[in-house]
């Protein structure tokens, strides 16, 4: 049973544009979201958090955004440039009976840029 | 580099052996968590230490184990590898013992490729 689902296992998209990376859970007892990003051969890279008093946490070019009506969060990069190509995971945490707050992790998304 | 170190960063092994998988946190950090990485998978949560106690537990084997020592190192120990062992493990670590808004800091990862 999966908490926490990217539905999208790739997205390609044209340097200088908008990439929307898609993250949706199940849990409504997680209360902090955190994106990473991976390269190939390395660990994964904190990005950006968001906890679910908020509705939107901006850094830089990243932009995060939860709709907790709808159990989604979306991952916005603008504007996305050939760097940024990698894996993105969603994550999830808690303070719930059994959870220790550990963070629950999506599949990811394969983010391309291209030049 | 996110201060978490990793060794050894590739292992190769036969099925029915024992390796043992090292891992030093950020300085500072009291937690460790250990993640698997298999084909296609998101990160799966194995186990968690906190200041050298056992936090919290995952998916974990029961022919897996880990421990965390007095300088916070942690070990995460295979045995009886199957086949299906093959994977990237990937140690994290954080300031706190778990629990919402506690960014976790993750290493390069040990590949385990069981032949």
């Known amino acids: 049973d999966q908490q926490v689902k990217q539905n999208s296992p790739s997205l390609s998209v044209q340097e200088g544009r908008i990439s929307i990376l898609n993250c949706d859970y199940t849990?409504?007892?997680?209360?902090?979201f955190l994106w990473y990003k991976k390269y190939p051969a390395e660990g994964p890279t904190f990005l950006i958090s968001?906890?679910?008093?908020?509705d939107k946490n901006e850094d830089g070019r990243f932009t995060v955004f939860l709709n907790k009506s709808a159990k989604h969060l979306s991952l916005h990069i603008v504007p996305s440039q050939p760097g940024d190509s990698a894996v993105y995971f969603c994550?999830?945490?808690?303070?719930?009976?059994?959870?220790?707050?550990?963070?629950?992790f999506g599949k990811g998304t394969k983010l391309s840029v291209k030049p | 580099d996110s201060g978490v170190t990793q060794t050894p960063k590739h292992l190769i092994t036969a099925t029915g052996q024992r390796v043992t998988l090292r891992c030093s946190p950020r300085?500072?950090?009291?937690?460790v968590y250990w993640y698997q990485q298999s084909l296609d998978q998101g990160l799966q949560f194995l186990i968690q230490?906190?200041?050298?106690?056992?936090?919290a537990k995952g998916n974990i084997l029961e022919r897996f184990s880990a421990q965390q020592f007095p300088d916070l190192h942690s070990e995460l120990n295979l045995s009886s590898l199957e086949l299906g062992d093959s994977a990237l493990y990937f140690c994290?670590?954080?300031?706190?013992?778990?629990?919402?808004?506690?960014?976790?800091?993750f290493g390069p990862g040990t590949r385990l490729t069981v032949l």
């Open positions: 994550a999830a945490s808690g303070r719930y009976g059994g959870s220790q707050g550990n963070l629950i």
């Open positions: 849990n409504s007892m997680f209360d902090y």
């Open positions: 968001i906890s679910s008093i908020k």
């Open positions: 300085s500072g950090d009291l937690s």
């Open positions: 994290a670590s954080s300031v706190e013992a778990g629990g919402s808004y506690n960014e976790q800091f």
């Open positions: 230490y906190y200041n050298g106690e056992e936090r």
